[in-house]
C-alpha cells in the first residue's frame, strides 16, 4: 500500500521558517519525482517545487523561489520543503506527490500518487 504522510504545518508569524516532511511508504522513492504543491481556500491547487529522482535538479513556481528549498533523502524515503521567510500569502493546505515522469514535472497530472496534505497558516 503506498502512503505519503505530510507533517511539519504549523500556524507561524511573517518571516518564520517551518520545515514540511513528506514520509513515503510502498514506493522506491528513488524511482519517483517529487513535488509539492498547495491550496488556499477557495482556490486551485498549484505547484511549489519538484525534485528529481536523485535529487540532482529541483525546480520551484517563481512565486517561492529564493525562499523555498526541496530536497530528498531517498535511503530515508523522506522529501521535505524547507521554508523561510514566509508570508500570510503562502497560507494554505500543502500536498507531497509522486510521479514516474522524471523532474520537471509541473502540473497536477503528472503526479500518481497524493498525500492528505499538512496545514500552513501564516499571520500577518
Known amino acids: 500500500q503506498v502512503q505519503l504522510v505530510e507533517s511539519g504545518g504549523d500556524l507561524v508569524q511573517a518571516g518564520d521558517s517551518l520545515r514540511l516532511s513528506c514520509a513515503v511508504s510502498?514506493?522506491?522513492?528513488?524511482?519517483?519525482?517529487m513535488g509539492w504543491f498547495r491550496q488556499a481556500p477557495g482556490e486551485e491547487r498549484t505547484f511549489v517545487a519538484c525534485?528529481?529522482?536523485?535529487?540532482?535538479?529541483?525546480y520551484y513556481a517563481d512565486s517561492v523561489k529564493g525562499r523555498f528549498t526541496i530536497t530528498r533523502d531517498n535511503p530515508k524515503n523522506t522529501v521535505y520543503l524547507e521554508m523561510n521567510n514566509l508570508t500570510p500569502e503562502d497560507t494554505a493546505a500543502y500536498y507531497c506527490?509522486?510521479?514516474?515522469?522524471?523532474?520537471?514535472?509541473?502540473?497536477?497530472?503528472?503526479?500518481?500518487?497524493w498525500g492528505q496534505g499538512t496545514q500552513v497558516t501564516v499571520s500577518s
Open positions: 525534485i528529481s529522482w536523485s535529487g540532482g535538479r529541483t
Open positions: 506527490a509522486a510521479s514516474t515522469q522524471n523532474a520537471p514535472a509541473y502540473a497536477s497530472n503528472d503526479y500518481h500518487y
Open positions: 510502498g514506493l522506491p522513492l528513488r524511482s519517483y519525482a
